[in-house]
C-alpha cells in the first residue's frame, strides 16, 4: 500500500493550499478505510489535523483547524483532501496523510491505530 501526498508549498499568511493524497495497492479497499491527516511541526509532537469516514458523511477535526480546513474524499479515485484556507504561521509542518481500518462511520483515528502512513509533504507559512 502506497499513500502519495502532495500539493505542499509556500504561502503566505491568510493564504489557501489543498493537499492530496492518492492512495494505490493491489489488494487496498480504499472505501474501508478511515483517512486522516495528521502534521509535524520542527520540534513538537505529530498531531492530528481531520479525520473522514470510509463514506465520507463524518468528519472530525482539530479545534486549531476547525473552520479553516475541510477535508474530503472521493473513493472512486482513491484520494483524500485537505482544502486549508485562512493559513497561519503556526499551520507550518510536514503534513502526513493516514489511513485506518477502522469501522464503517467511525472518525476515531488515533496517531497510534494507523494502518498506513504517507510521506509527508511541507506546508510553510509565512506571516
Same mark, same amino acid.
Do not use: H
Given at each position: ?10 504561502? $503566505? %499568511?491568510? *493564504?489557501?493550499? #489543498?493537499?492530496?493524497? &492518492? ?5 487496498? +479497499?480504499?472505501? @474501508? /478505510? ?5 502534521? $509535524? %511541526?520542527? *520540534?513538537?509532537? #505529530?498531531?492530528?489535523? &481531520? ?5 465520507? +458523511?463524518?468528519? @472530525? /477535526? ?66
Amino acid at each position: 500500500v502506497q499513500l502519495q501526498a502532495s500539493g505542499g508549498g509556500s504561502v $503566505q %499568511a491568510g *493564504g489557501s493550499l #489543498r493537499l492530496s493524497c &492518492a492512495a494505490s495497492g493491489r489488494t487496498f +479497499s480504499f472505501y @474501508r /478505510y478511515e483517512m486522516g491527516w495528521f502534521r $509535524q %511541526a520542527p *520540534g513538537k509532537e #505529530r498531531e492530528i489535523v &481531520a479525520v473522514i469516514s470510509w463514506s465520507g +458523511s463524518r468528519k @472530525r /477535526y482539530a479545534d486549531s483547524v476547525r473552520g479553516r480546513f475541510t477535508i474530503s474524499r472521493d473513493n472512486a479515485e482513491n484520494t483524500v483532501y485537505l482544502q486549508m484556507n485562512s493559513l497561519k504561521s503556526e499551520d507550518t509542518a510536514v503534513y502526513y496523510c493516514a489511513a485506518d481500518g477502522g469501522v464503517a462511520g467511525s472518525v476515531s483515528m488515533t496517531k497510534s491505530g494507523v494502518d498506513y502512513w504517507g510521506q509527508g509533504t511541507l506546508v510553510t507559512v509565512s506571516s
